[in-house]
């Protein structure tokens, strides 16, 4: 932007600030400063929807990331199917929302105080504070690991980013007649359909690329854990011979030197290790003391995602402890911070929030163009306390199909645009 | 760029005004939005635009979802978790949106 373009940008962008204030705003003031922790598919939501839906509210959005990576999808990278630039998106259209971008990591929470401290920018107070944390790794369940990874010879590709980058490569040096070994944790984990859909589209790229190498997926649940029906059908249909499944494989550490995993009674050899290690709420919600259950996932109440721990934080997306039959999911995190937003705008104009009703819908490719979806609706249910699928409602892909592959990008766009755009 | 700043401007005014006379039907028709795009404006062409459909029109198709009359690949599904005063309190909440 040139300096006349960029006067010209300031000054328009001071009226539409101007116009915004006197168009709808009963009053200049603001009724409270709200700070989000994490720019995901929960908190960006959460910071665009408050700024919609009460532009009084000052929301500063605190992201250590310097653009939006999509997990949804990633996979496809995975398989060579599509870029990353193509999962990719800047934070700079939330500006337009005035909502205030910060990059920086949030070090600790004093929920006293009402103060987060970051990194780089001191402490910030705040009135409500959101916190969308995702998931982190509990390394300590896999002996080896951590060094494993940090030598390059393990990757979980589990958060979209450099590990994705560092697994397509893997994928793509790996000789053909080689053997790629992914490793599920017991549920519940980040986006339940996942692994499978990983199985699904390596073996894609396997069987048009490498087609005598093999996807060994090891298992640590009884079954699939999501669409199983629909994935096993994909699998004998499309992937005979270079998928193989074992149930009951509870990983329990990994030797990076030959390339090892060490389940309970024997151990496995793989040219490349993608070890999904097990998860629990990301690490500044356990430095917030917000972890309730098993000590992993953090309990909220569902009518406003508030702590069940502590009081003025909210807590969105894979790291609440979900709802009976409610996945770790990006549909869900996004409806997580509208509820969130909902509930914050109301307690700060001095109002009282109203349950929510919301829909989950995730789709998985099982090849480059076709997918299968599930689907369900969650309304709050005040004899039992929380959110719970409404009877009849929801479901799964009568098969897989081109059009719920297009469908898949639909969403994934949508989404992501409704998040950031 | 000015356009969609004066977008933005016009839709954070809208919003609210329209929501704080009716948030329940806001919140019901927010989650639409994962599909459909923010504010029932869709954000790719194979989706629908809720934004401004005629309510009865909007309210029939929701009902023959939910009833099976219309065939689809994942609304029928979902239709079925939403009562008639739901689907009622849906299609007015979009009709009353811009294009």
């Known amino acids: ?195 499978y859909e990983r199985a699904s589209v390596i073996a894609a790229y396997f069987k048009q690329a490498k087609p005598r190498a093999k996807v060994l997926v090891l298992d640590a649940n009884p079954d699939l854990v999501s669409k199983a029906s629909l994935f096993k059908t994909a699998w004998k249909d499309l992937y005979a011979g270079i998928i193989e499944y074992r149930p009951n494989s509870r990983a329990i550490g990994v030797d990076g030197a030959t390339r090892t995993v060490k389940l309970e009674l024997d151990d496995v050899k793989a040219d490349v290790l993608n070890v999904l290690p097990p998860q629990r709420a990301g690490d500044i919600a356990v430095k917030a003391g917000l972890l309730t259950s098993n000590n992993r996932w953090c309990d909220v109440d569902w009518r406003t995602m508030e702590s069940k721990a502590v009081k003025g934080i909210h807590v969105l997306g894979d790291a609440t402890l979900s709802a009976p039959a409610m996945p770790k999911s990006a549909s869900m995190a996004n409806n997580h911070a509208k509820i969130a937003a909902a509930a914050i705008v109301d307690l700060l104009n001095g109002r009282e929030p109203t349950p929510f009703k919301i829909l989950n819908t995730c789709y998985s490719f099982v090849s480059r163009d076709e997918a299968i979806r599930v689907s369900s609706v969650h309304e709050w249910e005040p004899g039992q306390g929380t959110l719970i699928a409404v009877k009849g409602s929801g479901g799964v892909s009568a098969a897989r199909s081109a059009a719920e592959g297009t469908y898949a990008w639909n969403w994934a766009k949508t989404i992501w645009a409704d998040a950031l755009s | 760029m000015m356009l969609r700043l004066l977008f933005a401007a016009v839709l954070a005014c809208a919003m609210p005004l329209a929501g704080a006379q009716d948030s329940s039907s806001r919140n019901l028709a927010a989650t639409c939005a994962i599909c459909h795009g923010t504010g029932g404006q869709a954000a790719t062409k194979d989706l629908a635009t809720l934004a401004g459909m005629p309510r009865d029109h909007l309210a029939s198709q929701l009902r023959d979802f939910r009833d099976g009359k219309r065939p689809a690949t994942v609304m029928h599904q979902i239709a079925k978790g939403y009562t008639d005063a739901q689907i009622e309190q849906l299609a007015a909440w979009f009709a009353a949106l811009k294009r």
């Open chain 1, 1 to 195: 932007m040139n300096a006349f373009k960029r006067r010209a940008f300031l000054k328009f962008s001071a009226s539409a600030a101007a116009l915004s204030a006197g168009g709808c705003a009963s009053t200049l003031r603001s009724r409270g400063r709200v700070v989000v922790l994490g720019g995901g598919f929960g908190g960006a939501t959460a910071a665009k929807y408050l700024r919609l839906w009460d532009p009084s509210i000052e929301v500063v959005l605190v992201e250590r990331e310097p653009e939006f990576v999509s997990c949804p999808i990633s996979n496809l990278v995975l398989a060579g199917f599509t870029g990353m630039q193509d999962i990719s998106r800047g934070y700079g259209a939330l500006r337009r929302y005035g909502v205030q971008v910060v990059q920086d990591e949030a070090l600790a929470v004093d929920a006293a105080k009402r103060t987060v401290r970051l990194a780089r920018g001191g402490e910030i107070s705040y009135d409500r504070l959101v916190l969308s944390p995702g998931v982190d790794f509990i390394f300590s369940e896999l002996q080896g690991y951590e060094g494993a990874m940090q030598a390059g010879r393990v990757l979980h590709a589990w958060k979209a980013g450099g590990q994705t980058v560092a697994l397509r490569r893997s994928l793509e040096q790996m000789p053909d007649g080689g053997v790629v070994a992914i490793s599920i944790p017991l549920a519940p984990f980040r986006c339940p359909p996942g692994p």
